[in-house]
């Protein structure tokens, strides 16, 4: 591992800072250059994103664009043992094919938030800066190499998440500001105490580390470690990024964040906050303890059956269409629960897709249903209808959204959804059939939602509304045009998984035989 | 133990309680000659100097003494347990003649000049306890620390609440003193001596000797009563009426360095009086002491961080926070280990940090809105962010969100707990530390999110916004670089040898 001669990943994950720093010093009355900054300040993370990208040597599944500095060490000493040793706390950076592909859809995705918050009208300054606070920390999320900046980066999206739903959202955002602090804090500790505990036996915070000791049955560490002990971790860190994913029945907090934040802090919120569980999950659940996972996986399956099938029904008769949306979000993230469940390379790369397929999926629907909301102040589907008539880009750019979140092929959620199945159907024919099931509800209830509100008969009131705006037709297409860029060429996202998934997929079929 | 001339001992390092006694004589002396003719101001000024002179002197010591020294049979002991506590009781106090020389011209407090000396013999009575291994000069620290609070306590003549506060904190106090003092019969009737460290081999011989009961009885006596001063559970029930009717910075120095002082004398004394008894296999202190202690944090936590959760005054929120702080505090010697210093040191440090930020905001904000609901930080935001912001990063300190001290405080803690595979601990931390974001962010929520009652800017005095301004800055550049506090304690106090060399360099 080289030390730190590298700042390429620090400054991806610091170069919103920029941003905040200027925005400081801008007069809060100054709206618009206060706006233009906050946009353009997101360019500076999504060209270095791209560069990085573009850099990234996708034949090794080692570590790349480490950075590595000594930070923290206190002497600590063991009751069990009576040994002392070093507690390192070590500045640890690297992205691996797993974390690259979703650092580039963070930087994304932040960029069309941002363009997506012009219309954002109360205490810009503050919300700009919060909102670029946020993106550090998702960046960081998936940047660190180490638990202990893993950790603080997670802890880091919590504060800005607070208030960014607790002060620009609609009706009841303190409410869900609240329950979102809570759980989230809870799942927090949670992490915390698992992540502390595998120090504890470890001696190391760092990740590569701690899958390589983890992962080599002979090594008197992991040979040491009991297998209650090991399924008490892997639970623990189970429970922490299923309440983020968020995992039946951990999921009700998601639902009031989806409603009540504002559009683009829910484009953020579904379509990265959400896959830090995913990722988290992957990278340090099964990634530490496969052995356990692939026990546990029957359980992974069902429970992600449960979230596809109890998500989508419950899409079907919700009445908001946010609410429809947000059902919607915990059935895609059951599919992920079902890649994961399937143990297998095929499995774990649908689930991935999906992580990143849903990713743009759901902020291109929750923009739209912002801009929707912005020319009508509703989101009903009973009370909205026939905006095709005066919104035809935005009801088409709706209706495309949706088929490649029902999985039409040619779109990302084809990709994923079929990956993800094709791997389960191996391992779990019966439970992969139920989960199918899902697929079918999906077309059902987007249909329903998207069909209700751009076709039908036009409330007289909703006849002489603005079609897309250009600020606002930019996160459409560039959203829409990934969508169609990973379903038509989905090596763009499989070349650089599949060697990181390398180091994953055999050690868990290893144990499977 | 041979007494000798009292001459012949090096009483330089004695130099910071000294220059304490002085400056508490002296301006006493002035402010009983001088009349009206003198501000009182000038009072607190000065008092402040003496505070830093003694600072220095402090730091000096750290630096000479490479081993303990003590004074007439070690009724006062030099040695870097007690000069890190003690520096710490020295930076609360800084702060708090800071917070209240900008506090007390409003001529709330009509005795100013007694307010700043009482503050400094508070001081000094803290400076003894964290000093002394003799059961005698604990108790009379303990007693000039109390009887100073008590004071304090009550010096709004005027305010019918302080006089309640006070008198509730008298009568308490008082039975919380007789308790300690009836443990230490116990343990003078069992050993003979008031030395700490001879009681500490005559203890565990008493045991051995068929007098256990006896031996647990005083553990307990002593727990309980000292637990009065850290407002930890069951002795805490005082400090919600006492903080809510002190005067705000007396209520911030109770909060930082009266409770430093508790634990420094808690841990002095139970410690090193209970290291040697043990029960035929096991050390008793290390099994059964401490999980009483283990309980009290327990009950602390839980206690302090459900209650402060349907508080609607801001001072007795933080007088529950404080209880929950002090449950923390206590988890590190459950049982200790070679890093319970460490732990402890660090975490008062972050708290003396925080607790003082956050109580000057209240003080401002108070007594601005002329209501000590929190619904008077609504608004905040808009009025003064920089107040807001500081106050949010206290809150989020207390609350142990990273990048703070107080996160790195309780995250030390929180190692220190498993390695030790104190698991029930270790999950009631993190549950009631969840618990208290809520009450912590119940008054970000009134800054940012409810409209106040007025939107013109909220005048803050510039000494206060000073100090408001650099603690905040300290919180998060300590919580992004602990390591040199830990470092600087790790090198210059070497909590072992502080025992009296009696501790194994890594005992369990």
């Known amino acids: 591992m080289d030390s730190g001669a590298n700042i390429l990943l620090s400054s991806l994950v610091f170069s919103p800072l920029l941003a905040i720093l200027i925005i400081a010093f801008i007069p809060s009355r100054r709206f618009g250059a206060i706006k233009q900054v906050g946009v353009l300040g997101t360019l500076l993370p999504l060209i270095l994103a791209f560069w990085m990208f573009g850099a990234f040597n996708y034949d090794t599944s080692n570590l790349q664009f480490v950075e590595r500095h000594d930070w923290i060490s206190i002497p600590i000493g063991l009751a069990q043992t009576g040994t002392v040793f070093a507690f390192e706390i070590n500045y640890e950076l690297g992205v691996d094919g797993i974390s690259m592909p979703l650092i580039l859809l963070t930087a994304i995705i932040g960029t069309m938030a941002a363009v997506a918050s012009w219309q954002i009208k109360k205490r810009l300054k503050e919300f700009f800066i919060l909102f670029h606070l946020l993106l550090i920390g998702m960046l960081g999320v998936f940047a660190a190499d180490n638990l202990f900046l893993f950790f603080i980066f997670f802890e880091l999206t919590l504060v800005p998440m607070y208030f960014l739903v607790g002060i620009w959202g609609y009706g009841e955002r303190e409410h869900a500001a609240n329950k979102f602090l809570l759980y989230n804090g809870i799942g927090s500790g949670i992490m915390l105490l698992a992540f502390i505990m595998i120090f504890v036996v470890m001696r190391t915070l760092n990740i590569d580390q701690i899958s390589a000791i983890l992962t080599t049955p002979e090594h008197p560490v992991t040979a040491a470690l009991t297998p209650a002990i090991r399924l008490g971790l892997f639970l623990a860190l189970f429970v922490a990024f299923a309440i983020k994913l968020p995992v039946f029945p951990f999921h009700t907090w998601m639902l009031k964040v989806h409603v009540q934040a504002p559009p683009s802090i829910v484009m953020i919120h579904s379509g990265i906050l959400l896959k830090m569980g995913a990722y988290g999950l992957l990278r340090m659940g099964i990634g530490f303890f496969p052995e356990q996972a692939y026990q546990f996986s029957t359980w992974l399956a069902v429970l992600g059956i449960i979230n596809v099938l109890y998500g989508a029904v419950l899409a079907f008769v919700q009445k908001d269409l946010k609410m429809v949306l947000a059902y919607s979000s915990i059935s895609h993230m059951g599919i992920v629960l079902l890649g994961f469940a399937a143990m297998n390379s095929i499995g774990f790369q649908g689930a991935m897709f999906q992580v990143v397929s849903h990713g743009f999926i759901s902020a291109l629907l929750f923009f739209l249903i912002g801009v929707i909301w912005d020319r009508t102040q509703t989101s009903m589907i009973d009370e909205l209808g026939g905006l095709a008539k005066s919104m035809p880009f935005v009801s088409g750019i709706f209706l495309a959204g949706g088929m490649a979140s029902l999985g039409l092929p040619g779109m990302s959620g084809f990709i994923s959804e079929f990956f993800a199945f094709l791997g389960l159907f191996g391992r779990m024919p019966v439970l992969a059939a139920v989960g199918a099931l899902g697929i079918v509800l999906t077309a059902v209830y987007l249909l329903r939602a998207i069909l209700r509100t751009t076709?039908?008969?036009?409330?007289?009131?909703?006849?002489?509304?603005?079609?897309?705006?250009?600020?606002?037709?930019?996160?459409?297409?560039?959203?829409?045009?990934?969508?169609?860029?990973?379903?038509?060429?989905?090596?763009?996202?499989?070349?650089?998984?599949?060697?990181?998934?390398?180091?994953?997929?055999?050690?868990?079929t290893g144990i499977g035989g | 133990m041979d007494v000798k001339d009292i001459f012949s001992y090096d009483w330089s390092y004695l130099l910071p309680e000294f220059i304490i006694l002085g400056f508490a004589t002296i301006l006493s002396l002035l402010d009983l000659f001088a009349g009206k003719r003198l501000g009182r101001q000038v009072i607190g000024w000065l008092s402040l100097v003496g505070v830093v002179l003694a600072t220095v002197f402090v730091f000096v010591n750290v630096n000479v003494l490479d081993k303990p020294y003590s004074y007439m049979a070690d009724m006062i002991r030099i040695d870097d347990y007690g000069n890190a506590f003690k520096l710490l009781f020295l930076g609360g106090t800084a702060f708090a003649i800071l917070i209240s020389l900008s506090y007390l011209k409003k001529g709330e407090v009509t005795h100013t000049g007694e307010y700043y000396y009482l503050m400094l013999t508070g001081l000094l009575g803290a400076m003894v306890m964290a000093s002394s291994a003799d059961l005698i000069t604990l108790f009379v620290g303990l007693e000039l620390l109390s009887l100073s609070s008590y004071v304090l306590v009550g010096l709004r003549k005027k305010s019918l609440q302080s006089n309640e506060s006070a008198f509730k904190y008298v009568v308490s106090g008082g039975i919380a003193t007789a308790v300690t003092l009836f443990g230490m019969s116990y343990v003078y009737g069992l050993t003979g001596t008031t030395h700490i460290y001879e009681i500490s081999f005559r203890l565990a011989e008493a045991g051995m000797a068929g007098y256990q009961f006896l031996v647990y009885m005083a553990f307990a006596f002593l727990a309980v009563g000292l637990a009065f001063k850290i407002s930890a559970a069951p002795n805490h029930m005082w400090a919600p009426d006492v903080y809510q009717g002190a005067p705000t910075p007396v209520t911030a120095f109770l909060a930082v360095v009266s409770k430093a002082a508790g634990f420094s004398l808690l841990f002095r004394v139970l410690l090193i009086s209970f290291f040697n008894v043990n029960d035929g296999a096991n050390r008793f202190f290390f099994q059964e002491g401490s999980l009483y202690l283990g309980l009290m944090a327990a009950a602390s936590m839980i206690i302090g961080n459900t209650m402060a959760l349907r508080q609607t005054n801001v001072k007795r929120m933080m007088a529950y926070s404080g209880i929950a702080q002090a449950g923390y505090l206590l988890v590190p010697f459950v049982p200790p280990t070679t890093l319970f210093f460490g732990e402890v040191i660090f975490y008062l440090f972050g708290y003396l940090l925080v607790s003082f930020g956050a109580f000057a905001v209240i003080m401002v904000v108070t007594r601005e809105q002329g209501t000590e609901e929190i619904k008077g930080f609504a608004g905040l935001y808009h009025r003064s962010p920089i107040m807001a912001i500081a106050m949010s990063i206290f809150l989020l300190s207390l609350a142990g969100i990273p990048v703070t001290a107080g996160f790195f405080g309780k995250f030390y803690l929180f190692m220190g707990a498993l390695a030790q595979e104190n698991y029930w601990l270790a999950a009631i931390m993190i549950v009631t530390s969840v618990i208290s974001y809520y009450y912590y962010f119940g008054i970000i929520r009134q800054m940012y999110m409810r409209p106040g009652t007025s939107e013109a800017p909220l005048a803050v005095p510039k000494g206060i916004w000073t100090l408001v301004f650099v603690l905040a800055l300290l919180t998060v550049f300590f919580g992004a670089f602990p390591g040199l506090v830990t470092d600087y304690v790790q090198i210059h106090f070497n909590p072992s040898f502080d025992f009296g060399n009696m501790l194994p360099p890594n005992f369990q």
Not at chain 1, 457 to 477: K, W
Request: aromatic share 8%.
């Open chain 1, 455 to 508: 076709f039908g008969p036009t409330p007289s009131r909703f006849t002489g509304l603005a079609d897309a705006q250009p600020m606002e037709v930019i996160p459409m297409v560039v959203l829409l045009g990934f969508i169609i860029l990973i379903g038509v060429y989905p090596a763009i996202l499989g070349n650089p998984m599949q060697q990181a998934l390398k180091t994953i997929v055999p050690i868990v």
